[in-house]
């Protein structure tokens, strides 16, 4: 029978335009939070990450903003590019671990 | 630097086996991580070491699997023996220090048959 896997939720962007990645973190006591893009067949590779003494941090092409009065991550990433199509994960990272606890994640297409 | 390195990339076995998955993470390193990855539960901790020592194990599913690392340079995952649920991308990832990034490698794709 088919075998019921984890449902990705799925972004659907036109190339060039914006994206926004939602995610919703589990632990008020997290302090350090990573996002990660992982293309298929290859393994999650760190895009940008945070820590909880800021709301905002800028890469290159990549913002991502913490909200830590509803517990929520965004990852934005202007003028996409098919090469941004991936699964995008964030990470948590409680402050009295060393472990990341990984979310669901969200599949960014891109499409022409 | 090589980054993450990991051995085999794919593997195929047949249920019974034992199964050995090596890692080599960044020099310099000092946490050693160990990942499952599947369709149904995503990406999950196993195990992770600390110079070498284990520190965390209590993701590990049961007896059949074990990780050491014998030296700051290679670490190894095994199954033994394997089961054909144990199908799954296994990834090994490091980090300089506590609470920085973790940097994986390209994975290991096990088929148990």
């Known amino acids: 029978g088919e075998s019921v896997g984890l449902h990705l939720p799925t972004l659907s962007v036109q190339e060039g335009d914006n994206s926004i990645i939602n995610c919703a973190y589990s632990?008020?006591?997290?302090?350090?939070f990573i996002w990660y893009k992982q293309e298929s067949g290859k393994g999650p590779q760190f895009i940008i990450d945070?820590?909880?003494?800021?709301d905002k941090r800028q890469g290159q092409r990549v913002t991502v903003l913490l909200n830590k009065t509803v517990k929520h991550l965004s990852l934005q990433i202007a003028a996409t590019q098919p090469g941004d199509s991936a699964v995008y994960f964030c990470?948590?990272?409680?402050?009295?671990?060393?472990?990341?606890?990984f979310g669901t994640g969200t599949r960014l297409q891109v499409f022409p | 630097d090589a980054g993450v390195i990991q051995s085999p990339r794919h593997e195929v076995t047949e249920m019974g086996q034992e199964v050995t998955l090596r890692c080599k993470p960044i020099s310099g390193h000092d946490y050693l991580f160990w990942y499952r990855q599947t369709m149904m539960r995503g990406l999950e901790l196993l195990i992770y070491f600390n110079n070498n020592v284990p520190i965390d194990d209590s993701g590990m599913p049961e007896d059949r699997f074990s990780a050491k690392m014998p030296n700051a340079s290679f670490s190894t995952l095994k199954i033994q023996p394997s089961e054909p649920r144990d199908s799954a991308v296994y990834f090994c990832a490091s980090s300089f220090v506590r609470k920085e990034t973790q940097y994986f490698g390209p994975g290991t794709r096990l088929l148990v048959l």
């Open positions: 990470a948590e990272n409680m402050g009295n671990t060393d472990k990341l606890i």
């Open positions: 945070i820590r909880s003494n800021m």
């Open positions: 632990n008020s006591a997290s302090d350090y």
